[in-house]
């Protein structure tokens, strides 16, 4: 059953269901409401029982429409749901998609194809230039920039894009009514006009809390059809981005840089486990389009599980070329290598001098 826009909503506020609880069981797709009312655990299922039968009494009504007094106030103000024709599909074949998306800006940035560009808050000059460089030349492309509008990296990018008169994404770890960080108010005000999107999956008035941000960040890569990392560390969340964006069947991108630079080792870790090496705009687009504009997204379901475990069988602690594992499991080049890539950021595999092992920590398959 199709729900409408406060059907959604209500189904977001209910107490202690989380995205991938609520993703599992829109996937069953009860009835409404009298499926819903069966599946869901007890509390939940008393709060939304509440507020069907007896709104006056319901904390969850009130809420509700406090938040649908905050989405009459303005018209760049949206609620985005399963059906929305504004909803990016691309978000419900995750494994974790968010039940609603509250969006301040311009709907029209979703409509292009999108690339994330991820990286460090504390940028080299370098950094800093490629980051803008690739940012303008995605834009004059008629692609669409998502990052998180963090400092560094990210605001560096959406900043670029927006100046070049193109389209930028913003995803908050933070309602979209909130600035945060409080220094990128003048970009914050940009992402507000044409061309410019902000979205979270938190209400509106959520203060920034740090474990919001790896939460956000799954969002940032499945919005998008790759993920660019420019310039990160050998501990950033960039590299968390880059394993999320594998799990959900993104490409990849890293530039590379000098082995001297401790804020490129790892985009260096990343090439070497088997993310693109990017030198310019055409060899992310040129990867981009063995797949089309837009290219076929799954969730890291048992297919892609079964990709990863011919592998392991494969490997040992003696090195084992790509070529002899596209040979001995049947994958493609390209499967094999993204498989690879996902089992080393997962931390069961590495490249080492003459190809590909299994790490100590990851058993074989039984």
């Known amino acids: 059953m199709q729900h409408n826009a406060t059907d959604w909503l209500a189904v977001s506020l209910l107490p202690g269901m989380g995205a991938a609880r609520l993703a599992e069981l829109t996937a069953r797709d009860p009835s409404w409401p009298a499926g819903w009312l069966a599946a869901l655990p007890r509390p939940a299922s008393q709060a939304l029982r509440l507020y069907l039968d007896h709104p006056a009494q319901s904390p969850l009504a009130a809420q509700v429409e406090a938040e649908l007094d905050w989405l009459d106030a303005s018209p760049d103000r949206h609620l985005l749901y399963p059906g929305h024709p504004s909803w990016p599909d691309v978000l419900s074949q995750i494994a974790d998609p968010p039940p609603v ?45 998502v990052s998180g509008m963090a400092l560094g990296i990210d605001g560096i990018a959406q900043q670029a894009a927006l100046e070049a008169g193109g389209r930028s994404i913003a995803v908050l770890g ?9 220094r990128h108010r003048r970009l914050y005000e940009r992402l507000h006009e044409p061309g410019g999107l902000l979205l979270s999956e938190h209400a509106p008035g959520t203060r920034a809390r740090a474990g919001f941000f790896p939460r956000r960040n799954r969002l940032i890569t499945g919005l998008s059809q790759g993920v660019l990392v420019v310039e990160a560390a ?21 530039l590379p840089g000098s082995i001297h630079n401790p804020q490129v080792r790892g985009c260096l870790h990343l090439i070497r486990e088997g993310a693109a090496l990017v030198r310019n705009l055409d060899d992310i687009l040129a990867e981009l389009a063995q797949w089309g504009v837009s290219p076929v997204v799954n969730r890291r ?20 070329p790509v070529d002899a594992l596209v040979d001995l499991t049947g994958l493609s080049v390209v499967d094999c290598q993204r498989h690879l890539l996902s089992l080393a950021l997962e931390g069961r595999a590495s490249q080492a001098a003459g190809g590909w092992v299994r790490l100590p920590t990851s058993p074989g398959p039984c």
């Open 301 to 320: 379901t048992t297919e892609e599980a079964t990709g990863t475990d011919p592998l392991l069988a494969w490997l040992s602690d003696t090195p084992t």
């Open 234 to 254: 050998e501990r950033s969340g960039s590299l968390v981005s880059a394993r999320l964006a594998v799990e959900q069947g993104r490409d990849v991108f890293a």
């Open 174 to 182: 933070c309602g979209v009514d909130v600035i945060y960080p409080a």
């Open 101 to 145: 998306l509250w969006a301040l800006g311009d709907l029209d940035a979703l409509e292009a194809p999108r690339l994330a560009m991820v990286g460090t808050r504390r940028p080299t000059r370098e950094g800093s230039g490629n980051a803008a460089v690739f940012a303008r030349g995605l834009v004059e492309r008629g692609w669409c920039v």
